[in-house]
């Protein structure tokens, strides 16, 4: 109650009253603008005139940005439906860095620059995070593959003992081609069925809508793991396919959570291959986990490690320094014994479908893929009183569990996690992979593969502009990709207007747009034409 709002309302009218700012955001979401905008320097090389313009954030997060997180649903859609029954193979060339990805890149620089700086500073980094993992995004889908940082290529050799299995699967002859076969009907009709794969994890006790019968039974830790490992496995689903079907097969899918929590997997496949093929390879799919065991609790509650500059973590009783995760891999390769952490593979229920481009059945699965797009994994669910109790209850076995090679949990288990830092401490590890609304899986909810359509999810998105030039008739001019210079805005810059007056101008500018469509759909139309002509005159 430190807010100072004015005392002499009453409470009742004071709280009826919204923020300004709220309001402004409302009419923003009503007219599809981004209600978190990220001003940009841009440089007009032309005119030599810098001004500061809004950039959507691009979230395809609802609770972050219900505009934006419609706008990249519709695109997503897009790019699937375009992909699945591709006629022509695709033409990928690695091309060479564009200016919109090393502007990405830089871009990505700085803004990694600002969140260390608020992070040294104690300050709140999460939307630089978020921001951080949106440009991440869009590097990836400007055609930059990986991470920006390099990921460091490991030079240790790992024992070939440790490398998975290849699964005992037949294996074509791999053909030159990411398109599938096609059939000829007897009326001269050509076929081309593709697949709509659904895979799920195992089973780990009895549900009943989605919540477990006993509670005590439920396999929480493997559900946990599984969980927090699925995004390999899925991995390793394409690498098998891909080895069975005997092509470049390529793939769009989506992860969503069942009501149990777990997460499975959509998959629109281009091409087909039997039934009976899929669920093999589904069968035989497996990921091991080559990490340190966590079976013994080394460190806990008071107990814990103690970080000594120029040593890293020590034992607080015996001063000794704890293995670097390195040395624990080490340890691990060196043991004839060793045992995977763990090992995740798929349920019984593989779901396939075939679908013929342009049908119904087409389309529903389409919307089916993007159903819950917009939605975190935990947001999806509906929240009644034994739901929240099974959240609760799989948050708790996600706690402690590592979920990479960083995380601080590792000092639970008496091993200096990867580039260890002071201030880590077991159960506080900020991955969103512990986090409720991610329920263990931290990966990307979106797979595309690179072959899937011609394009980028950005050349998606130059398509509806180019549509939109073309509307208004200015579709013959060319957009010189040289003319802008952009550049990062400092934070707190004095030149960047309050937020409401921000989102208020983009209204302004939608509303116009809008109001200028119109007026060229009427013109197309040809209605009331000579109206629409006296008034331009
Ligand atoms: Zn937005
Ligand atoms: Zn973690």
């Known amino acids: 109650m430190t807010h100072a709002h004015d005392r002499a309302l009453p409470r009742a009218v004071r709280l009826a009253m919204p923020l300004a700012q709220d309001v402004v955001k409302e009419v923003a979401k009503l007219h599809g603008v981004c209600i978190r905008p990220v001003p940009l320097k841009r440089l007009d090389t032309y005119t030599g005139k810098w001004e500061i313009i809004d950039v959507p954030c691009g979230s395809p997060m609802d609770s972050k940005c219900p505009p934006c997180a419609q706008r990249n649903k519709q695109l997503r859609k897009a790019q699937c439906r375009e992909g699945w029954h591709l006629e022509e193979e695709p033409t990928i060339t690695p091309d060479e860095p564009n200016e919109e990805q090393r502007w990405l890149v830089e871009f990505r620089a700085d803004t990694q620059a600002q969140r260390d700086e ?18 991440d995004e869009e590097i990836n889908a400007a055609g930059m593959r990986g991470n920006v940082l390099g990921r460091a290529v490991s ?30 009907a007897p009326d001269g009709r050509t076929y081309r069925p593709s697949l709509f794969v659904t895979l799920t994890l195992p089973s780990y006790g009895k549900v009943n809508n989605g919540v477990p019968v006993d509670p005590d039974t439920y396999d929480y830790p493997r559900a946990a793991r599984d969980a927090l490992h699925f995004s390999k496995l899925i991995d390793r689903f394409v690498q098998n396919l891909r080895r069975v079907a005997g092509f470049d097969v390529q793939y769009f899918a989506t992860v969503e959570p069942q009501k149990r929590l777990a997460p499975h997997l959509h998959m629109a496949i281009r091409g087909t291959l039997p039934r009976a093929e899929i669920k093999q390879i589904a069968a035989a799919t497996y990921h091991q986990v080559w990490w340190p065991s966590v079976d013994d609790v080394v460190f806990e509650g008071e107990h814990l490690p103690i970080w000594q500059d120029g040593a890293g973590y020590l034992d607080p009783h015996t001063g000794e320094v704890l293995p670097t995760w390195d040395e624990a891999l080490d340890q691990l390769d060196a043991d004839e014994d060793a045992e995977p952490l763990h090992v995740v593979r798929f349920g019984d229920q593989v779901d396939v479908k075939g679908v013929l481009a342009g049908t119904k059945d087409a389309d529903q699965c389409i919307r089916y893929l993007s159903k819950y797009l917009t939605k975190s994994l935990g947001e999806t669910l509906d929240g009644g009183q034994a739901q929240q109790d ?19 949990n590792w000092l639970r288990y008496g091993i200096q996690p990867k580039n260890a830092k002071p201030g880590m401490a077991p159960g506080r590890c900020r991955s969103k992979a512990h986090k409720p609304e991610h329920l263990g899986y931290a990966g990307r909810r979106v797979l595309v593969s690179r072959k899937w359509s011609n394009k980028t999810l950005t050349e998606h998105k130059q398509d509806r502009r180019s549509w939109v030039l073309e509307a208004l008739g200015r579709a013959d001019q060319p957009i010189d990709p040289h003319r802008y210079v952009w550049r990062p805005v400092p934070a707190g810059d004095a030149n960047v207007p309050p937020l409401a007056v921000r989102l208020l101008r983009s209204v302004r500018e939608r509303q116009r747009w809008r109001a200028h469509m119109a007026e060229l759909q009427a013109r197309a139309d040809g209605q009331d034409l000579s109206a629409t002509e006296g008034r331009a005159a």
Not at 398 to 404: G, Q, V
């Open 118 to 135: 608020a992070e040294r500073n104690g300050d709140d980094t999460t939307d630089l995070d978020t921001l951080i993992e949106g440009l």
């Open 390 to 408: 099974h959240v609760a209850r799989f948050v708790d076995a996600l706690r402690y569990e590592p979920c990479s090679p960083t995380c601080p």
């Open 155 to 184: 030079k240790r050799s790992r024992s070939t003992r440790r490398r998975q299995d290849a699964p005992d699967l037949p294996k074509r002859k791999m053909a030159h081609t990411t398109l599938g076969r096609t059939f000829q």
